[in-house]
């Protein structure tokens, strides 16, 4: 309800009270401002609070009513997620590194044991070797620049996914793509040879880049760093030119797949905005 002070004004000469839209006392002619206020009109757009897009828009929005009349919570975009998984230890990841870690010191020390982990010729019913082919690395300097890509890759990735999604997404994710990776070598190729985590590397850097990728093709506001995810990316898509056992096949597999699955886990949080 409007108060009397939104009504009236008081002139200061002489007293009276006056319209608060005009200029000029109409008795005794004393001024009182220099220029009329704006009259509101109803619709104007002017009134209107300014309608705010990208990140800070929906972070800023406290909660909206539903249709049943009940308070839910804003919808946020899909690069926001859960702090749910953020404030704990990357467990998963921690874990992908460590196994990678020790099976490169266990292969120095038995050589055969590379033998068993690695997919060279065929798998020959091998099955265990999609998964093992992703922690065996070849000995040699390039092997270690290789190794040392794909793990460091594995970790970085590996955390920024597991504190938006949580660990049984990163175990998923770098399995699976590994595996699909050595299958598809192993059927492309006749003679495949398939070792180390190209392929699930890629697969984690793709599937923390994708609501970025959307969100730069969108043209709306993105927090990520793109060029440095892209160099990761591009290091390890060259690597095979220097070391055959890194195959680019798998590791485009891999890519693709961790980009399906980034932007299917990101449709969910789109839907509700």
């Known amino acids: 309800m409007s108060s009397g002070a939104d009504l009236f004004v008081v002139c200061k000469q002489c007293g009276s009270e006056v319209s608060p839209y005009i200029t000029e006392c109409p008795y005794c002619g004393n001024r009182l401002r220099r220029r009329a206020p704006k ?5 104007d757009p002017a ?19 539903s249709r049943s009349g009940r308070t839910r919570p804003a919808a946020r975009p899909a690069d926001i997620y859960s702090d ?12 992908l590194v460590a196994i990678s870690c020790a099976c490169w010191i266990a292969t120095r020390a038995e ?13 020959h019913g091998e099955w265990w070797k999609l998964f093992t082919a992703q922690f065996g690395y070849l000995p040699g300097g390039g092997g ?6 794909a793990i460091l890759t594995t970790g970085l990735f590996g955390w920024l996914v597991e ?24 059927a492309v190729y006749t003679l495949p040879f398939v070792a180390g985590a190209n392929a699930g590397a890629l697969a984690l850097l793709a599937c923390w880049a994708a609501p970025d990728l959307r969100a730069l093709r969108a043209g709306h506001h993105y927090e990520g760093d793109l060029l440095g995810a892209g160099a990761f990316g591009a290091l390890l898509l060259a690597i095979p030119f220097a070391r055959p056992e890194a195959s680019w096949l798998a590791g485009v597999v891999g890519a693709t797949i961790g980009l399906l699955v980034g932007l299917g886990l990101q449709r969910p949080a789109r839907a509700e905005i």
């Open 39 to 43: 009259l509101p009109r109803p619709g």
């Open 47 to 65: 009134e209107r609070p300014p309608r705010e897009h990208g990140l800070g828009s929906l972070l800023r929005r406290g909660s909206r009513p």
């Open 84 to 95: 749910r998984w953020a404030a704990t230890r990357p467990y998963a990841t921690i874990a």
């Open 111 to 123: 050589p055969e044991l590379l033998l068993k982990m690695i997919v060279l010729i065929s798998l």
């Open 144 to 149: 270690g620049v290789y190794a040392f890509v």
């Open 163 to 186: 504190r938006r999604h949580g660990p049984l997404v990163v175990l998923a994710l770098f399995l699976g793509a590994g595996a699909a990776g050595v299958l598809v070598s192993d």
